[in-house]
């Protein structure tokens, strides 16, 4: 059997002469013939002899094989002279081949007979082939051609396809050979029914998972599809989707699904991580993947950082296990937000870094859907219920909004660091007092982010991120700090403070002294643009410009700052560590603002 890993060496026309030896019994040169071949020609001569018997049998075979190991790649005028030199202690043999002119493929003469003639797949798949014509003739290559071609065919279900002729039409006299092949792939089969054993949840839900119908083509990506989509359901410990193509009736093969339930119904992760905005952060995450029959789940965390955190959703899936879900939340966050700074008389300066702080409730009920083209979409109402302090006094805000959210994520594959996508959002929540808001308000919001590599190494990354709170400018004070847009932090402005940018307050402590809040806006504009460059596959460099701000009617004075980064490309996703300065729209400060940013996970 031809090797194929010698067989698929990329072709050098460097010629070379090569020596190995086992245990000093014998040594063997090869001259004359070029990484490929000089491969394929030890290849087939086989391991070194460790005896005088393996030797003898060894030199015995050299031109059967070194004539096998010419012709398998094309080479069918090569010739060779040996020469054997012995000794005592170990014997040399030196081969000096002449490749000669190598034979080519002319063209390759392809018929497919059968069902799979109005298969597209096929033609697909010879466009994208690595034997075309004007190849050297490699019958690793032709025969590498045969096995995809045929595997091809079985994963479309032409189980009795078969190739009916198989012949290479060699011309040694013009160097050129023509390939010719004829496959009858015979009837397609089709899929059946699908049964499933071992199921915790009620079958009818899981049929929603099936992403054809009895009758349709076989094809194991729809296999496939349905061993994703019943993982990413979560309720199964072990799933194995089984075509029975051996009970096949009328060339329809039926479908068994075996399932075996989680042998704990609860699960609780502990995870750690850090990123400048939110500092060292600990969670305990409980899920309980299987609630009853109908497939209810449930996921309930508790987040300990600078922003402690609570959240849980109960999950119930309707018209289909994953892509028609209703959602019921609670969250409980102890917010952090906006810039405290008091002016001191010695430096002529307002200085300081402390943040507003608030308690926020919010109760939401959502039904997400989830469309074929990656598109997901909600609808439904949150209600939300924020104490805070702010210019020293303190209030409580109430607003119930209901809401839409399109968003969809798009990657160019499956990693944490991706060469390339995009992520898109659109929401547009209302509220009025009719509802049991404190006031009448419309928010939208957008954000947009794109990543792209040219060249294997030269990755670009693009963000937007815009909102508009539509509301009576009486009213503006009214709204709670969580709906109001600020600016700042690593996924904003870099070079400042979570939260720092946006409209001001001016007031007057206690102790008579000028203090300045920073308190959110109306709207919010932020765009950034960087360029990252892969010194290998675990460490890139980056440079960035990130502009915009939070901003009230017509008071828009953008901030723009400049950075770069060091970002290693850990299992968990990039670790990122990024130096901003403020570079424009920083005026009213006497030092130049700076801030160095650490972030850990992926960026879609």
């Known amino acids: 059997m031809i090797s194929r890993t010698a067989l698929l060496l990329a072709a050098s026309l460097t010629l070379v002469s090569i020596a190995v030896s086992a245990d000093e019994n014998l040594e063997v040169v090869i001259n004359g013939a070029n990484d490929a071949l000089t491969a394929n020609i030890r290849a087939h001569l086989g391991e070194l002899p460790e005896d005088a018997d393996e030797r003898s049998s060894y030199l015995f075979s050299v031109k059967s094989n070194i004539t096998k190991a010419f012709e398998s790649l094309g080479y069918y005028h090569a010739s060779y002279t040996e020469s054997l030199q012995e000794s005592e202690d170990e014997w040399q043999l030196t081969l000096n081949v002449t490749p000669g002119e190598r034979i080519t493929i002319k063209y390759i003469d392809l018929q497919v007979l059968g069902d799979g003639v109005e298969d597209s797949a096929f033609n697909d798949y010879l466009q994208k082939a690595k034997l075309t014509p004007g190849q050297g003739l490699n019958h690793g290559r032709y025969e590498s051609f045969k096995s995809d071609f045929q595997s091809l065919s079985l994963s479309r279900g032409y189980f009795d396809g078969r190739f009916t002729r198989t012949e290479i039409e060699v011309n040694r006299d013009i160097n050129e050979a023509i390939i010719h092949l004829t496959y009858d792939s015979g009837q397609r089969y089709t899929l059946g029914e699908v049964t499933f054993i071992g199921s915790p949840v009620d079958v009818d839900l899981l049929q929603t998972l099936v992403p054809f119908e009895p009758g349709a083509p076989y094809s194991s990506t729809d296999i496939s599809q349905l061993n994703r989509s019943l993982l990413e359901t979560g309720y199964f410990a072990n799933i194995k989707v089984i075509p029975q193509i051996d009970k096949a009736s009328n060339r329809q093969v039926p479908v068994k699904v075996d399932l075996t339930q989680r042998p704990h119904n609860h699960t609780f992760n502990v995870g750690v991580g850090a990123s400048t905005d939110t500092g060292p952060r600990i969670r305990l995450t409980w899920r309980t993947p299987v609630i009853n029959h109908y497939g209810h789940h449930q996921e309930t965390s508790i987040e300990y950082s600078n922003r402690p955190k609570f959240q849980s959703v109960y999950t119930i899936p309707l018209t289909h296990a994953l892509d028609d879900q209703l959602k019921i939340s609670a969250e409980l966050q102890r917010n952090k937000y906006g810039l405290i700074q008091t002016f001191d008389d010695q430096s002529q300066e307002f200085e300081g870094s402390k943040q507003l702080e608030s308690d926020y409730y919010r109760l939401g009920v959502f039904r997400q859907k989830r469309w074929n083209n990656a598109w997901i979409f909600s609808y439904g109402i949150a209600g939300s219920k924020e104490n805070y302090t702010q210019q020293g006094d303190s209030r409580v805000g109430t607003f119930i909004t209901p809401g839409v959210t399109l968003s969809q994520t798009k990657r160019g594959d499956a990693s944490l660091d991706p060469k390339s996508g995009y992520r898109q959002s659109y929401t547009l929540s209302a509220g009025d007092p009719a509802l049991g808001s404190d006031v009448r308000i419309a928010r939208l919001t957008s954000s947009f ?31 709670i700090p969580s709906l109001r847009f600020f600016a700042g932090g690593d996924n904003s402005i870099r070079g400042f403070n979570y939260n720092e940018l946006g409209p001001r307050v001016d007031s007057v402590n206690d102790d008579g002294v000028a203090v300045k809040e920073t308190v959110g806006g109306r709207y919010l504009a932020v765009a950034s643009v960087e360029y990252q460059y892969y010194w290998n596959e675990s460490w890139r460099s980056a440079l960035f410009v990130d502009s915009g701000n939070a901003f009230n009617n017509t008071d828009f004075t953008p901030v723009t700052s400049a950075g770069t980064g060091i970002h290693w490309i850990t299992p968990i996703g990039p670790i990122k560590l990024d130096v901003g300065v403020g570079v424009a729209g920083v005026d009213d400060r006497k030092s130049r603002p700076w801030r160095i940013h650490i972030s850990i996970g992926s960026e879609l």
Request: proline content about 3%; overall charge negative.
């Open 449 to 479: 982010k794109f990543i792209e590599t040219f060249f294997s190494n030269h990755r670009f990354v693009a963000r937007a991120d815009l909102g508009a709170n539509i509301v009576d400018d009486n009213d503006l004070p009214s709204v």
